[in-house]
């Protein structure tokens, strides 16, 4: 491909992907295709000859498009939301086009100087403390490794980081609720401290961790000789958006010296909005800890944003220092790559850089409390009728509800009545909601929040939903 092909293709897709984004609300949220349907559209070989690009781009509406489920769309409800603004997919394109690779430094300044001006930007919008120092990590899982690598390190001296496996010494054990993310498990499972080291704590009834359950693991666990390591407290949980009480196990970790660090993925972009920030109290005492803009704020997947008290404990722990990759700055600069596991880095920070200068703090402010009043008006609706209810207090944007028909209390019922509600409304196209199960109970969560989702589409999504609960 020539400069000139690239102009024209990239203009056409420039074109292509706006006029998409119009007529997205049109398709069905859900992508309808059956396993293997996409494959099949592809040859099975690769292209032997070049010159291709512009009959496969050509092809998208056909040979991709079916295969996508629109997380953009106006009426995606579920999961969490996953917005890309406009501003956020060019400054993706930009860092694609400079192709800048930023290790180090040396290897692009404006990459790691960006990313230091950007991560400050969404430090004050959060409303950390200047303490905090901010790195781009591509996800949350990826953040929490890194956070439960240092916690492990700084507990056993940088044994491990020596000794490895074979350093020896009591096992370290690591706390955080029975409703803490996936990643969390994967994380302790990866840094070493094994499952049976791994303690998921049991929850209140509004599904946050109960403080004396942790209190008392700790306490059992220096008793038969194990040295407590880390806790993860978690503002906005996956399945419900429920809050642990930073401020109490933050209390707990500082009296017993363990890691704290503070999974706010999803939740974390709603603190953009002081009168949230009740909801994270306590946290400037977190060593660590991540919020996804790649989620509600609107930053394009993927760019999880993750704060230290103290980078030292990154630096050490990710630090490599082979001759071919030292500069004349090392003294001076921050080279990126000691900061997070892989040495190659993209130039992320163009894509926040963008999304922000466009939409500004104000506009974010005023959309994410769109979403908060809209979902505020959908619990208003369930509390007018008899038969819906809510499992979990609504703090952010998501909702956990059920159908009960009247005199219907047998849970596997339940469960099979709400799994078809949410099935017949996915397959309709209109609307994309979320059945999981809540300590027991069948569920379906609406997740507001897609940039694009107005009232309109939420009264449609509860149309939808009891429309769906008369039928199935
Ligand atoms: N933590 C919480 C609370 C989440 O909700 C999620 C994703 O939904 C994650 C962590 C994992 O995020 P990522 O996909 O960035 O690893």
Redesign the pocket.
């Known amino acids: 491909m020539d400069h000139d092909e690239f102009r024209r293709l990239g203009h056409q897709l420039i074109d292509w992907i706006a006029s998409y984004r119009e007529r997205m609300e049109k398709l069905p949220v859900m992508s309808p295709v059956k396993p293997g349907q996409v494959k099949a559209r592809f040859p099975a070989e690769p292209p032997r000859r070049g010159g291709g690009a512009a009959a496969g781009l050509a092809g998208i509406d056909a040979d991709i498009l079916p295969g996508v489920t629109h997380w953009t769309h106006p009426s995606f409800f579920a999961?969490?939301p996953s917005n890309a603004s406009y501003g956020s997919v060019l400054g993706d394109l930009l860092s694609s086009g400079l192709a800048a690779q930023g290790m180090s430094w040396q290897t692009a300044p404006a990459a790691t100087e960006l990313e230091e001006v950007v991560m400050g930007w969404l430090r004050q919008m959060l409303g950390l403390p200047p303490a905090f120092t901010g790195v781009i990590q591509?996800?949350?899982?990826?953040?929490?490794l890194c956070a439960l690598l240092c916690a492990r390190e700084r507990t056993s001296g940088f044994a491990q980081n020596h000794g490895g496996l074979q350093g020896g010494g009591p096992p370290l054990t690591v706390y955080a609720s029975d409703q803490?993310?996936?990643?969390?498990e994967k994380a302790a499972l990866l840094a070493g401290f094994g499952k049976d080291h791994l303690r998921l704590l049991g929850t209140d009834g509004r599904h946050a961790l109960r403080l004396e359950l942790l209190q008392a693991a700790i306490e059992k666990d220096k008793a038969a000789g194990r040295r407590p390591c880390a806790v993860v407290a978690?503002v906005?949980?996956?399945a419900t958006t429920s809050i642990d009480p930073v401020k109490g196990i933050a209390a707990l970790a500082a009296k017993h010296g363990l890691w704290l660090h503070v999974?706010?993925?999803?939740?974390g972009t709603a603190m953009v909005l002081p009168e949230c920030r009740v909801h994270w109290e306590g946290v400037e005492a977190a060593d660590s800890l991540?919020v996804?803009p790649?989620?509600w704020m609107g930053i394009g997947?993927?760019f999880?944003a993750y704060f230290v008290r103290d980078p030292e404990h990154l630096v050490r722990v990710m630090s490599t220092n082979p001759s071919y990759l030292r500069t004349a700055q090392d003294g001076e600069v921050r080279n990126l790559r000691d900061w997070g596991i892989p040495l190659g880095r993209r130039f992320r920070a163009l894509k926040a850089w963008l999304h922000l200068l466009d939409e500004g703090v104000e506009g974010m402010q005023a959309r994410l409390r769109r979403d908060l009043a809209n979902a505020r008006w959908l619990v208003e609706q369930v509390g007018q009728t008899t038969d819906w209810e809510l499992l979990a207090p609504v703090h952010f944007q998501t909702l956990c509800l059920r159908h009960v028909p009247t005199d219907q209390r047998d849970e596997k019922r339940l469960a099979a009545h709400n799994l078809a509600i949410a099935e017949r409304v996915n397959r309709s196209g209109k609307a994309y909601v979320t059945p999981a199960v809540l300590k027991g109970k069948q569920m379906i969560r609406v997740s507001i929040g897609a940039e694009s989702t107005e009232r309109r589409h939420v009264e449609a999504v509860w149309g939808a939903l009891r429309a769906a609960a008369r039928t199935v």
């Open positions: 999961y969490f591509d996800t949350a899982s990826t953040a929490t803490s993310h996936a990643s969390i978690c906005g949980t996956t999974d706010a993925a999803m939740a991540v996804n790649h989620k997947f993927d999880s």
